[in-house]
C-alpha cells in the first residue's frame, strides 16, 4: 500500500493555491482529505499535542485517513532527559483508531554516528515500544550498512529522502528497515539551501516529471519490502508540496 500526501497542511500562503478564500483554519484538514488520505504532522515538533487535539483530527478525516506524527523535539533534538511517556499518551486516540501510520524521529545534522548515539536510537526503541517509527537522519555519515541493519535489529524504520545532493547530506537510498517504508520529499533547491534568509526558502522548489518519475520504481520497490509505505512532500511553499503529490499520485497510476 502506497499512500502519498504532504508535510503539514495548514500554511497561509496555501489559500489561494491549494485552500479557496474564506476557507476557516478549522475546516482546512477535512479540505485536505477530501484529496489525499495521509498527512504528516509537523506541529508535534515544537508541542505535545493535547488528546483532544488529536481526537480533533480524527473527526475531521475519514476512515483509512492515515497520521504520521514528527516526534517532539524533546527526543530529537534536545535529547536530555528524553520524557517519552506524554508524548506516546497523546498518540493513544490515533493508535486505538488505527489512524496512526507512524512517528516519525526526524533528527539534526549534528546527530552525528556515533555510539552514544546508536545507544540512543535504542532508547528511543524501548521509549516508543508498541508504535511504529520511522527515523531521519540529516547527516550523510549515517547512509551505512550498519545503520540499516541496526535499525532492522530495532524494527525501525528509515526515512528515505529526496533533497539537494551536496556534500553531508543523506544520498536518495531507497530502503525499508522496518514495517513502514517512508520517503520525505525535500526539493532540490541546492543554492538556497544553505544559503536562505528564511526557512521556507530552503523548500521552494518545484519537482518535474522526470525528476519524480526517477521515484516511481523505487516506490514499488519499496512496497513489495514494506506493508505501508508513505511519501510526503515538503515543499510547502506555495502549496508546491500539494502540486508534487499529484503528480507522483499520477505518475505511480500511470504504471499500474
Not at 508541542?47 to 517532539?72: D, H, N
Not at 549534528?110 to 536510537?121: E, G, K, Q, T, V
Not at 520511522?134 to 547527516?139: A, C, D, H, K, M
Request: charged fraction near 20%.
Amino acid at each position: 500500500m502506497i499512500k502519498i500526501g504532504t508535510s503539514g497542511f495548514s500554511y497561509a500562503d496555501w489559500t489561494g493555491p491549494v485552500f479557496p478564500e474564506g476557507l476557516p483554519a478549522g475546516d482546512q484538514l477535512g479540505f485536505y482529505a477530501r484529496e489525499f488520505t495521509t498527512v504528516e504532522i509537523n506541529t508535534t515538533f515544537y508541542r505535545v499535542p493535547e488528546v483532544r487535539t488529536v481526537e480533533g483530527w480524527i473527526r475531521k478525516t475519514p476512515p483509512g485517513f492515515l497520521f504520521s506524527v514528527k516526534a517532539y523535539r524533546g527526543l530529537t533534538h534536545e535529547r536530555e532527559n528524553p520524557e517519552y511517556a506524554p508524548f506516546a499518551i497523546s498518540l493513544n486516540p490515533l493508535v486505538e483508531s488505527g489512524r496512526l501510520g507512524c512517528v516519525l524521529a526526524q533528527f539534526p545534522y549534528s546527530f552525528h554516528a556515533s555510539a552514544p548515539n546508536r545507544d540512543y536510537l535504542r532508547g528511543l526503541r524501548d521509549g516508543l515500544s508498541g508504535v511504529p517509527v520511522v527515523v531521519e537522519f540529516r547527516n550523510a555519515a549515517w547512509a551505512t550498512q550498519e545503520t540499516l541493519d541496526q535499525l532492522h535489529r530495532l524494527d525501525l524504520g528509515f526515512c528515505c529522502v529526496d533533497e539537494p545532493r551536496l556534500p553531508g547530506l543523506m544520498p536518495p537510498l531507497a530502503v525499508a528497515t522496518g514495517p513502514v517504508a517512508y520517503v520525505r520529499f525535500h526539493g532540490r533547491n541546492s543554492a538556497k539551501w544553505y544559503n536562505h534568509k528564511d526557512a521556507w526558502e530552503r523548500y521552494d522548489y518545484t519537482y518535474t516529471s522526470e525528476e519524480l518519475r526517477e521515484w516511481v520504481p523505487k516506490l514499488r520497490q519499496l512496497d513489495a519490502s514494506a506493508p505501508l509505505t508513505l511519501g510526503y512532500f515538503n515543499n510547502h511553499f506555495v502549496g508546491q508540496a500539494v502540486r508534487g503529490a499529484r503528480l507522483l499520485g499520477q505518475l505511480l497510476l500511470e504504471g499500474e
